[in-house]
């Protein structure tokens, strides 16, 4: 998941900051050109899902279900079933933690840097960078040392350490350094999310379970955008209301993680 963020993140940078300096002198349709170039893409998940076969482990559960003479009963209704509510719970508010610390660190930071008299294509290539190498790292760690809630733990506590690099820091260097470590350990702690998901919750309601967690989760890590904006327009520094954001979100995250079990290692059948 942070994986495809961050890639996503840095396409955009790259053609926001060598394709719209060309068209930017047609303000008639130049956003227009902006708002398609990310559009087109988005027609690739037609061809995913015309070539990526079903997963085994479903199509097992569909033809036992059809033997046995079952009922195939709407996935949905499952994650509010009595031994899966506390899942759907507690997942959705562990990716609403996951999405505001994700939320509080990318949205305001372009307008942080320009309000530095900083150009944001390196920063930004460096966070999102770190994001993509750190979600590879964090989740293989995940699958050998420490499990889910060890893995995003580390990242998720030693993102928080990087907030004064981040955000405080006096040198160009030193915040460019800052953003590399916010993005491989704060955003690299989403690496054992889709293992993390899936595990949770059983075979007839994983890809619904997995889908509603996470989107739950986005509706509630969408507010924190609103909250920082909201303490800037009250008179608190940017950097303070973006690092009082992330550092709530971030215990909070870490919080939600250990109130869970630990998964690794679960069969999905």
């Known amino acids: 998941l942070q994986g495809g963020y961050s890639a996503g993140f840095l396409l955009s940078s790259l053609v926001f900051q060598l394709g719209y300096p060309l068209i930017r002198h047609e303000q008639e349709w130049a956003w227009r050109v902006m708002l398609w170039s990310g559009a087109i893409p988005a027609l690739l998940v037609f061809a995913v899902m015309w070539t990526v076969p079903e997963s085994p482990i479903w199509l097992e559960q569909q033809r036992k279900l059809a033997a046995e003479g079952g009922r195939k009963r709407l996935s949905l209704a499952r994650l509010f079933d009595r031994v899966l509510l506390w899942v759907t719970l507690h997942t959705s508010l562990l990716m609403g933690a996951f999405v505001s610390v994700y939320q509080s660190t990318t949205f305001w930071y372009p307008t942080l840097l320009s309000t530095m008299k900083l150009q944001p294509l390196s920063f930004l290539l460096l966070l999102n960078a770190g994001g993509l190498i750190g979600s590879v790292a964090l989740g293989a760690m995940s699958e ?43 955003a690299g702690a989403w690496g054992m ?21 996470y989107h739950a989760g986005v509706g509630i890590g969408s507010y924190a955008p609103y909250l920082i904006g909201r303490l800037q327009d009250g008179g608190t520094d940017l950097r303070v209301a973006m690092a009082y954001c992330i550092a709530t979100a971030g215990i909070l995250c870490v919080a939600l993680l250990w109130l869970g079990p630990e998964t690794r290692g679960r069969t999905l059948d």
């Open 144 to 186: 050998r040392w420490g499990g889910r809630r060890g893995s995003a733990t580390l990242g998720m506590v030693v993102g928080l350490l990087s907030v004064p690099l981040y955000l405080f820091a006096e040198s160009q260097w030193v915040l460019l350094l800052g953003a590399w470590m916010m993005g491989f350990f704060a």
């Open 193 to 213: 999310v889709p293992g993390y998901l899936s595990e949770r919750f059983p075979t007839e309601a994983r890809g619904v379970g997995t889908g509603f967690a």
